[in-house]
């Protein structure tokens, strides 16, 4: 019997971009994509939030989100779970910084009823005061979890060198973003909702066995009238670093410490740049074969996770580089100096043909294989269209890797990654000086 999340179809057979279907309903732009697989769809959609970063909107929609399932103006949460285990369907809601996203997955017979749930959830939600009391305290609590990782620490220290606040990456200080949580009220809540949580942007992804007409049908019925804000978000675009330095978070009992280094790219996801220097940085720290990995783990034995990426690009605000690597007390500055002497040599000496040669090929197979569950082919579709891409991207995106040069990968390194402006976060418990 077919997995119900694995498609059939070879995708190299027909270009994607060819099966993939577009359609308006109302207020919504919809992505269908009919494949082999029998009797399930799965779908991801998202709708454009407009938060103002100045301001707590960006703790009041995570709450919102988290309360989307908590029950409607009609149903409680427990009626909902019933109504979706019953038909072994999935709803789900997510903040997703400048939107707010959900997911699901339901049986083709079943589709239109889910579809009228998630539209009662989105527009009618209960948002009662006891549930809100429930997530506001998971919350707090995960930012107290928080409190105590090394990794979340030296993470939040080292964006907070990096970024505004009111920057969509910004991470506050676990004092602060405590006080705003505890700040929150039911109330607050329901005016975000009231006025954030509309149609503007509603994008939807089918994939799977799609009666297209109906599915159609069924989403403008259900959220083709939703009306829209018309209000623009607020955020600073580009990453504003403070000078170059290191900062000292030190957390009790935590001999094995985290090191974060970083310096903001003030590039977009559409940059001519971003493709080159994101495969040269996967050279760097990718994966295990990558130069970080061979180099301070496996020659010298200093850390045992080592890794490199570039974090927060997006279409619409900057993001940046980092390197993460964790080490113990005694390797702490012997895993510093090394990880910066792999770096400075990258940046000045750049790639060679057989790494690109090599990574082009592990990039593109992970593509592949991102494309071969409904799930993954809905993911894949809601982000190109959010990103505002032309379907034939995905089809393209494996030719547009492969096509890199050497030439133009370091060039994209030497322009972009400046060892100089590297900050340095360290969270944990620090040797005696």
Known sequence: MTDPLHTTADPSETALADRVVPAEAGAARLWLLPTEVRDVVSFRGSIETAPDFS???DLAQHLVADLLDKGTQHRDRFTIAEALEGRGAQLSFYPDGLRLGFAGRALRDDLPDVLALLAEQLREPLLDADEFAKEQARAIAGVRRAMDSTGAQASGALKQCLYPSDHPNAVRTPEVELAGLEALTPERIRVFHADHVRSDGLKLAFVGDLDLEATTAAVRATLG??????QAARFTTDAASDAPGRVDVPMADKLNLDVRFGHALNLRRDDDHFLPLYVGNFILGGNFSARLMQTVRDEQGLTYGISSRVAG?????GGHWRISVSLSQENLEDGIAA???VVRDFVAQGVTEAELDEKQTTITGSHVVGLAT????????????ERGFPMTYLDEYPDLIHALTVEQVNAAIQRHFDPDALHVAVAGTLPDS
């Open 225 to 230: 009238d939703w009306a829209a804000h018309d």
């Open 339 to 341: 990880t910066e002497a």
């Open 374 to 385: 409904t799930s993954g082919l809905a993911t894949r579709l809601l982000v190109n269209a």
């Open 55 to 57: 301001t707590d909107d």
């Open 313 to 317: 690009i997006a279409i619409e605000h």
